[in-house]
């Protein structure tokens, strides 16, 4: 099946510090979705990207829909210790919802 | 509250033993899939569905079945579980608003088969 890759796996981070993650495909996807999880718990979505060069913010997170619709990446300015947790890229495959693929995560630690 | 349901939260059993795992959604959202999720290998779908009586593969639907005759509820059923389907399951839903797609979870279910 479709595959996304992730990077970096895992990071370490000091508190204060900016983060970026990017997700790459060798297939276009339509939809670019964001995922925090935390332990024990389901995903929760962070950022929704619908077009091509898109730039999106939610508070300290912002993300970018790829040109060719192959990529994204999430950047994390101003770290805490809540944004621990594991961050998940998400791509939507048709129009309708019906399908997605996700990547394998990265692992955000920070220290205090 | 807008939330996606699941039960049970965990599951022991034995190979071969017959099981469901609910999904409920209070959102009227047309779209629910069924996930597991492996260390390393991220989520992977297993069914999707798009509307009641509506129901497609997804990446790995090999060993479970779907259905879906109410908007709301979406159960998992695994007819003759086995070791490697021990994991953690995840249902999701979304809804069809405007152009927006985006997925909600529900807490999860740890499935242990042994």
């Known amino acids: 099946g479709q595959q996304l890759n992730q990077s970096p796996q895992s990071m370490f981070i000091q508190e204060g510090e900016d983060v970026s993650m990017n997700c790459t495909s060798s297939s276009i996807f339509n939809t670019w979705l964001w995922y925090k999880q935390d332990p024990g718990e389901g995903p929760v979505l962070l950022i929704a990207l619908y077009k091509a060069g898109e730039l999106t913010s939610n508070g300290r997170l912002t993300a970018q829909f790829g040109i060719t619709r192959k990529d994204s990446f999430l950047n994390i300015s101003a770290s805490i210790p809540s944004d621990v947790g594991i961050y998940f890229c998400?791509?939507?495959?048709?129009?309708?919802?019906?399908?997605?693929?996700f990547g394998p995560g990265t692992r955000l630690s920070v220290l205090p | 509250e807008a939330q996606v349901t699941q039960n049970p939260r965990y599951l022991i059993t034995v190979t071969g033993k017959k099981l469901t795992v609910t999904c409920s959604q209070n959102m009227n959202h047309e779209y629910m899939s069924w996930y597991r999720q492996d260390p390393g290998l991220g989520l992977r779908q297993i069914y999707y569905s798009m509307n009641v009586e509506v129901t497609d593969k997804g990446d790995v639907p090999e060993g479970y079945k779907v259905s879906r005759k109410e908007k709301r509820n979406f159960p998992l059923i695994l007819e003759s579980p086995s070791p490697n389907q021990t994991s953690l399951y995840f249902c999701?839903?979304?809804?069809?608003?405007?152009?927006?797609?985006?997925?909600?979870f529900g807490p999860g279910t740890r499935l242990t088969v042994t």
């Open positions: 998400a791509g939507q495959l048709g129009n309708y919802g019906q399908n997605f693929v």
């Open positions: 999701a839903s979304s809804g069809h608003l405007r152009y927006t797609y985006e997925q909600y």
